[in-house]
């Protein structure tokens, strides 16, 4: 059968993989087909910093994701060889020189990157909007941001120019996109997807894994991407069935609580509020013990702990940076905000660090607990509807603790499970009264219990279907079945 973009975009990663097993797509249809959507596309979007056409020649290749097309974010997993610039001036035609293991199994298991999607600069904001690659907008709204730090490859998801793209989290960065475009976004355990050939990142905070349109690709890609590797900090190894295996296992009688409220103090929308309260209505119906109750942590001292780990890591990523391009830390490379915050991550000293994971401790040991009589915590992923492009000030100097708390309002759902290590995974269940805009919430579960999220999620996918909803920016909007 021949495969117009269209057609392509009615599949999930796990349905066109399916196709060229039974050899009725060939790879090269699928990639030609990725290849001309994110053509079509990507002006609009502007998800994409590089399209890789020079793999409309690839070969076949074997594994459980036989010719599947993805995307690599412009932070991390990039195939050794081609460039990586950090959303930034300052690593402008940088090209990645080392292989990692999460970037090793995705080609082991068959899937062929044709591009590189857009970040926010360090990936230090929740938004992607840079002076290197300008704004990336969300397939529903183009006045309305992706998201970030991975809001290159949630936007190019949402749009269908692929079932699934690499992101990473280090503070809501796959969550915060997925929300905002309205696709399926997992934070996965600390330690289960192996940073190798690097330690932890952001103090443990980061996680590696992928955005996908459906709960079994996510699945899916657990068992294919899962693992550790000899010397990762936080090995785990998942010796249960697999997780795609468990998904039609649907749970009964869980403790689920539902936050109504933001950590960080700050009002909610009422739209948003609604969607959680939907959805704590339908858990109740689907047989579980539902409460409105959530944790409760000391917002301040973590956002500082917080604010000032990163900026301690982003000064250091910088300076790597400058050593290999050879270019200055200054206002010609990087955004007055980005470099502001630089500057106070290399003047920090090691008491406010040590501090830092003193709070750290403190609030792993508080949602512990919390966990102890909760299966399931459920909240909104965001406070907020997605933000408008516009919003994120490049231009300003605040320093760190004022730069991160000025976007509590709309992401203190999300940090505190970073710091945790727990499985959180954002569904978009919800839509805004008129249908226009994706609201996402979040299932967040004990320190490696994915395989119950999944369980959860699938069935409330099931419930509450998604799959057929159609963002504006969309292949089937912008291409028609002839692919022009």
């Not at 926010?120 to 290197?132: F, R, Y």
């Not at 409460?291 to 500082?304: D, K, M, S, T, Y």
């Amino acid at each position: 059968m021949a495969l117009s973009p269209v057609e392509y975009a009615r599949y999930d990663a796990i349905g066109l993989a399916d196709l060229v097993a039974r050899k009725e797509v060939a790879p090269a249809e699928l990639l030609e087909c990725a290849i001309d959507a994110a053509e079509a596309l990507n002006p609009e979007l502007n998800a994409l910093a590089e399209i890789y056409v020079d793999r409309r020649d690839s070969q076949a290749s074997s594994g459980r994701l036989a010719g599947v097309p993805t995307l690599l974010k412009d932070i991390g997993h990039i195939e050794p060889g081609r460039v990586i610039e950090y959303g930034s001036r300052l690593a402008r035609g940088n090209r990645a020189g080392v292989s990692t293991r999460f970037l090793e199994s995705i080609l082991s298991s068959g899937m062929v990157p044709v591009g590189r999607t857009t970040s926010s600069e360090l990936a230090i904001a929740g938004i992607t909007e840079t002076a290197a690659f300008g704004p990336t907008c969300s397939p529903w709204d183009s006045a309305r941001s992706s998201g970030g730090s991975s809001g290159g490859a949630g936007s190019a998801v949402g749009a269908g120019i692929v079932p699934i793209a690499q992101g990473s989290d280090g503070g809501g960065s796959i969550r915060i996109p997925a929300s905002c475009c309205g696709v399926v976004g997992l934070k996965p355990t600390r330690g289960r997807i192996s940073p190798a050939p690097y330690g932890h990142a952001l103090a443990g905070f980061a996680a590696s894994f992928v955005l996908t349109r459906t709960v079994r690709d996510t699945a899916l890609a657990l068992d294919l991407y899962a693992g550790s590797a000899p010397g990762d900090p936080t090995p785990l190894t998942h010796s249960g069935p697999r997780f795609l295996e468990q998904l039609e296992d649907t749970p009964r009688g869980l403790r689920i609580a539902v936050a109504l409220e933001s950590f960080s103090g700050h009002d909610l929308d009422p739209q948003v509020v609604r969607a959680a309260r939907q959805t704590a209505e339908l858990l109740t119906q689907m047989g579980h013990e539902v409460e409105i109750r959530q944790p409760r942590v000391a917002w301040e001292p973590f956002l500082r702990a917080m604010s000032l780990m990163w900026a301690a890591d982003t000064g250091r990523l910088a300076d790597l940076l400058s050593a290999r391009t050879g270019r200055p830390v200054d206002e010609t490379t990087l955004e007055r905000q980005t470099l502001a915050i630089c500057r106070e991550g290399k003047a920090l000293g090691a008491d406010d660090l040590l501090q830092a994971d003193e709070t750290f401790n403190e609030v792993n040991r508080a949602m512990a607990a919390f966990f102890g009589d909760c299966d399931v915590l459920v909240t909104p992923t965001l406070g907020q509807l997605p933000p408008p492009i516009g919003r994120y000030r490049p231009d300003e100097e605040l320093d760190a603790v004022s730069f991160f708390g000025s976007w509590a309002d709309v992401e203190s759902f999300l940090p505190l499970f970073n710091c945790t290590g727990q499985p959180a995974i954002s569904l978009p269940l919800a839509m805004t009264e008129d249908g226009k805009l994706p609201i996402g919430i979040q299932l967040v579960g004990s320190y490696g219990d994915e395989a119950l999220v999944l369980r959860v999620a699938r069935a409330l996918e099931v419930a509450a279907p998604w799959n057929g909803r159609t963002p504006p920016i969309h292949i089937s909007e912008r291409m028609d079945e002839n692919g022009s």
